[in-house]
């Protein structure tokens, strides 16, 4: 396998904690690929070419790892723009508009949805995304859950099931019902092709004592809790996440003080999504208030049709440095490291040798230009397990 020797790098985001750094920034910076793997990182000047080594000038531009998407919903039918402008033109927000959603989707077909899924991904690997984490939640029968899992996992290894996205309108007066199926038929055909359970744990969703019944039945499974919390007002998501141990905790617009003090220390992530108040003019979340306290703080795209249609992270990035009190080496921290421990995952998120080569070479000369020059495409390369993937 050919190896790449990436060098001329003007700034190097390695995410390898220095000095106060927690960006572990180098300037006039090489890095070496082998095996799709990094195998050297040092100065350009201490660079060594040789036999059989790729050398790709960087011309001084930057390099941040790949962005880890950890919160999406890229499997479905149809969208929902109308529902959009009516919510620009002032009707608000409701949890229900997923019925929508589910109804588009269980029409359509595997390959209809196959290939739009192509297309997400694709367009996520333009924006510089190497890691993606895709959710059910659409089907929400045993047979369309157990479809949009396995059609994940074709793309990704980071699959959730999220049965318990919204009770679907032929279990509106039955909602034990509905739990009795999320925790038994539905999670027993889905478990197969996931790695992770999530729940809706929201006022018009699912309440706290139904949220946790169906995350103890999904670990029950063997998977991995995570759980969507606090995002339309004060709530119990982030406390049942924290007491279950959940990866992540999704949202996270209304928080108490006592939901700050549980997360902090804990190896539970606040993931925040500034697409989502970007889009349903909801109140942004205070990222600052929680770095402050000392509580792991990761950005995501929430990528779906009714809340949040965009896969950008650097959108994400621009987002949180203006609206939710992070600096840009936070935000970018939080869009690759900090997505890398939303899924609990050590080879990503960070650029030394022996992690995965998931890089992203910018066409700017530093990571500040993510934010500085909001929705202009500064990706120039990507390379994903040391391939190019753009």
């Known amino acids: 396998m050919t190896a790449t020797l990436l060098t001329n790098i003007g700034e190097l985001t390695t995410n ?8 572990g920034t180098r300037r006039d910076a090489a890095v ?18 040789a036999d059989g080594v790729e050398v790709v000038d ?10 880890v998407d950890s919160h999406t919903h890229l499997v479905f039918g149809g969208d929902r723009a109308d529902e959009f402008a009516a919510r620009m033109a002032g009707e608000p927000y409701a949890a229900g508009g997923i019925r929508t959603t589910v109804a588009a989707t269980r029409a359509a077909g595997d390959d209809e949805l196959r290939r ?27 047979h369309d859950e157990a479809r949009l899992a396995r059609l994940a996992a074709e793309v990704t290894g980071e699959v959730t099931f999220l049965g318990a996205h919204v009770v679907p309108a032929e279990y509106t007066h039955r909602r034990d019902d ?15 092709h996931a790695k992770w359970v999530d729940v809706f744990c929201e006022t018009g969703a699912f309440s706290p004592d139904e949220s946790r019944r169906v995350l103890a039945a999904g670990i029950a499974h063997g998977l991995v809790p995570r759980v ?9 998501g982030v406390r049942i996440a924290v007491a279950l141990g959940a990866a992540s905790v999704d949202h996270c617009t209304y928080v108490t003080d006592a939901d700050v ?21 909801h109140p942004y979340p205070d990222a600052r208030r929680l770095i402050d306290a000392g509580v792991t703080v990761a950005l995501a795209s929430d990528c779906n049709p009714g809340t949040s249609f965009t896969s950008s992270m650097p959108l994400m990035i621009a987002l949180a440095v203006r609206e939710m009190g992070m600096t840009v080496p936070e935000a970018v921290w939080a869009a690759t490291a900090g997505g890398a421990a939303a899924l609990r995952r050590d080879d990503i998120g960070v650029l030394a040798p022996g ?24 990706v120039d390369r990507v390379y994903r397990d040391g391939v190019r993937a753009n």
């Open 32 to 49: 070496l690929i082998e095996g799709g793997r990094i195998a050297w990182v040092g100065s350009a000047a201490r660079a060594r070419e």
């Open 58 to 67: 960087a011309g001084g531009r930057a390099v941040i790892p790949g962005f």
């Open 16 to 23: 390898v904690a220095a000095a106060g750094d927690a960006c």
């Open 228 to 236: 969507h919390g606090n995002q339309l007002g004060p709530g119990e």
């Open 116 to 142: 739009r899924l192509a297309g997400f991904v694709a367009e996520c690997r333009r924006q510089g995304t190497t890691t993606l984490e895709v959710k059910t939640g659409y089907g929400l029968t045993a």
């Open 355 to 378: 992690m995965r080569a998931d890089l992203v070479v910018l066409e700017a000369p530093s990571r500040t230009h993510l934010a500085y020059r909001p929705g202009v495409p500064l």
């Open 261 to 281: 003090a549980a997360l902090a220390g804990t190896e539970t992530v606040a993931t925040l999504l500034p697409g989502v108040e970007f889009s349903t003019r």
């Open 178 to 192: 509905y739990v009795d199926l999320v925790c038994d038929e539905m999670l027993r055909a889905v478990a197969p």
